[in-house]
């Protein structure tokens, strides 16, 4: 399967401070990413998703003031979580995607604590 | 809109017992069809995927699925579960706006 790392791991923070996520596809060109946002013992739900380029689209439901979407190398893509609230506290996870109807695969995940 | 749904939520099984988790989709054009599962503090990892021909497609580690178009389904097997198989299971639809939609999620435990 195709090669995604996600950084950091683990990040705790305070709240109203931003933490920025990066997600990198190592062995293939992600011409999109989609962002997921997985609370616990919940299910995936795509947060966003965004091409090589262009503006990110956003799900209903999720602030695109708070959530900063920058996908500007077909490699790396970051997420910004800004001034973040308790209720951010999730686990934020990248999928590359390269050609239409390929496989999707997933990063590893970044857990976020706000404080 | 596009939904899938995991009718079993928490599943608890005997090792040797057969599985059998139900997925089911609601599109009515052509879709990709995945399972993914999660072990406990691990990231997402593929299963099977159907995209076209045989229904009956077969994974890693012993599992199958079947895709039945008539019923929208897309059902996960294992004739015989270990105890290693204890992870959380996602069933996930691809439409062609290419975005991928997550079930529910269904949390396997499997008792030595």
């Known amino acids: 399967g195709a090669v995604v790392s996600q950084h950091p791991s683990r990040v705790i923070c305070k709240s109203g401070t931003s933490v920025k996520i990066e997600c990198r596809s190592l062995?293939?060109?992600?011409?999109?990413m989609f962002w997921y946002r997985q609370f616990p013992k919940q299910s995936l739900m795509l947060m966003a998703t965004?091409?090589?380029?262009?503006?990110?689209?956003?799900e209903q439901g999720v602030e695109k003031d708070k959530f900063l979407i920058n996908h500007a190398s077909l490699t790396l893509s970051t997420l910004t979580v800004t001034s973040a609230h308790p209720e951010d506290s999730s686990f934020y996870i990248c999928?590359?995607?390269?050609?239409?109807?390929?496989?999707?695969?997933f990063g590893p995940g970044t857990r976020l604590l706000v404080l | 809109a596009q939904s899938v749904s995991q009718h079993n939520h928490h599943v608890i099984l005997s090792e040797a017992a057969s599985l059998e988790l139900g997925c089911n989709y609601s599109?009515?054009?052509?879709?990709?069809l995945f399972w993914y599962v999660q072990y406990p503090g691990q990231h997402l990892q593929l299963l099977l995927k159907?995209?076209?021909?045989?229904?009956l497609v077969k994974g890693i580690k012993g599992f199958e699925a079947e895709f039945i178009k008539s019923k929208f389904s897309f059902n996960l097997r294992k004739p015989s579960v270990q105890w290693s198989d204890t992870a959380e299971y996602f069933c996930?639809?691809?439409?062609?706006?290419?975005?991928?939609?997550f079930g529910t999620g269904t949390r396997l435990q499997v008792f030595p």
């Open positions: 999928s590359p995607s390269g050609l239409a109807g390929e496989t999707q695969y």
């Open positions: 062995d293939f060109q992600a011409t999109t």
């Open positions: 965004s091409n090589e380029g262009s503006k990110a689209t956003y």
């Open positions: 599109y009515g054009g052509t879709v990709n």
């Open positions: 159907y995209f076209s021909g045989d229904p």
């Open positions: 996930a639809v691809k439409v062609v706006t290419d975005k991928l939609i």
